[in-house]
Structure formats: structure tokens, C-alpha cells
């Protein structure tokens, strides 16, 4: 269970530190600061992440689910507003920062998909 915390953790550490070097107005001052950020996102989207949607519910059923792009870029907005040395200038950024973190999340998901599947059988 740590384990897949910690790789997780490191997955969405990559992700802000790829946002940073491919995204325009994404800066990370070091690495405590990335770490940091990585870990307070985590947090933010277990907890935070579900009430918005929630609340944003009927607006992301109209725009056909893309109004969780702007649900991802504001938690990453929130985390660079709690965060020190890391810094989100803008919608657009934030927007392009939530589509690269959320690839590499998925890929980090994917590779820590346990056997269920065979377990199963």
C-alpha cells in the first residue's frame, strides 16, 4: 500500500516536472517544491476533486465531460496557490498542465494494475 503511494507519488511528481519543461508558464523551483506539489495534489484530488465534480456535475454532462479539464486545472491552480516555488500562470497553463499530469498518471495506473483479472479466474 506505501509502495503504491510512493509510486504514485513519483508519477505525479514526473507529470509536473514534464508540465514544467513542456508547458509554458508552469515553473517548479526545485525539487522539494515538485515533491511537495505532487504530494499536496494527491491530496487535493482525493479530497477536493470529488465535492467539485459533484458540484459541477450538470456543467460536465452539457460540455460532454470536458468541463473536467477546467476541474483538473483548478486543483492544480489550488496547488500552486498552498505550494511555494511552484506556479501556475493561467487558465491555459493549468489546462495543459492537468492533460500531461493526467497522462502520466494514467501510465503510472497502469503499470501498478495489479492481477485481478487473473485472480479472478
Request: glycine letters at 10%.
Amino acid at each position: 500500500m506505501l509502495a503504491k503511494f510512493i509510486v504514485r507519488l513519483i508519477f505525479g511528481a514526473l507529470g509536473l516536472w514534464i508540465a514544467s519543461k513542456v508547458v509554458p508558464g508552469i515553473y517548479v523551483r526545485d525539487t522539494t517544491a515538485l515533491v511537495l506539489a505532487a504530494a499536496l495534489l494527491g491530496v487535493v484530488n482525493a479530497l477536493v476533486r470529488p465535492v467539485i465534480t459533484i458540484l459541477t456535475l450538470p456543467l460536465t454532462i452539457i460540455t460532454l465531460g470536458l468541463f473536467l479539464l477546467i476541474v483538473n486545472a483548478a486543483m492544480i491552480g489550488l496547488v500552486s496557490m498552498l505550494v511555494q516555488g511552484f506556479h501556475v500562470s493561467g487558465l491555459v497553463a493549468g489546462i495543459l498542465a492537468a492533460i500531461v499530469t493526467g497522462i502520466c498518471s494514467w501510465i503510472g495506473g497502469m503499470l501498478l494494475r495489479d492481477d485481478r483479472r487473473e485472480y479472478r479466474r
